[in-house]
């Protein structure tokens, strides 16, 4: 079992990403380091920092169940893809940990997805 990331917009040939649901755990706490939070000590994953208290255009993503929950609105993706962007470009530059580079090239299908997403004014379904 696992879990895929996919835009609302029925078009089965549209990019998606996935992951096993524990891959999906790690590239989440990647991505909370790369925002400056240790993803456990937040709210919901083990720790009792509210979420009100982060100020990133990620922690829609990041405060996310894994497969359950609303759709992440067109408007929601593209605050998103700066970040995820810049995430991408400082991550290549480590290009010599095979971590990092699967975590970068997670994050290039997912800005693939939410690209889609705002183009279509689709939702981003966790599934």
Do not use: N
């Amino acid at each position: 079992m696992g879990l895929v990331l996919f835009p609302g917009d029925d078009d089965l040939t549209s990019p998606d990403v996935s992951w096993s649901y524990s891959g999906f755990g790690m590239f989440r706490e990647w991505l909370a380091r790369a925002e400056g939070f240790v993803l456990a000590e937040m709210a919901g994953f083990g720790g009792e920092r509210a979420w009100s208290g982060v100020t990133s255009t990620l922690a829609p993503l990041l405060d996310h169940p894994d497969d359950d929950g609303a759709d992440l609105t067109p408007s929601q993706c593209a605050a998103m893809l700066p970040r995820l962007e810049e995430i991408v470009e400082r991550g290549a530059h480590d290009g010599g940990d095979p971590v990092v580079r699967r975590r970068v090239d997670d994050t290039r299908q997912l800005i693939a997805a939410l690209r889609v997403c705002v183009d279509k004014d689709v939702g981003l379904v966790f599934g």
